[in-house]
């Protein structure tokens, strides 16, 4: 039986971890393109500390979903062999 409460942040599939993976790529780099003009001015000035905290969370939200997908993939592997 199923829990109810399984969003695709706690059970992940693969199809999952590479849409949001290409999506967090995307957007990151797109707000570091947007920062820096093209890479003519820095990318560390005190004018874009919100969209660092933006790329941050982004990554740190990622970054679990990949956790999540890994724990859950070794959890099932291991009760397959059992």
Request: charged letters at 15%; hydrophobic letters at 40%; proline letters at 1%.
């Amino acid at each position: 039986m199923k829990d109810k409460n399984q969003s695709f942040l706690t059970n992940p599939t693969k199809k999952h971890l590479i849409l949001f993976g290409l999506l967090w790529f995307i957007s990151n780099t797109l707000l570091t393109l947007s920062i820096t003009d093209l890479f003519t001015e820095s990318f560390f000035q005190k004018n874009y500390v919100m969209i660092y905290f933006l790329m941050i969370g982004s990554t740190i939200a990622t970054g679990k979903l990949y956790i999540n997908y890994w724990k859950n993939k070794n959890l099932n592997s291991h009760s397959n062999a059992e």
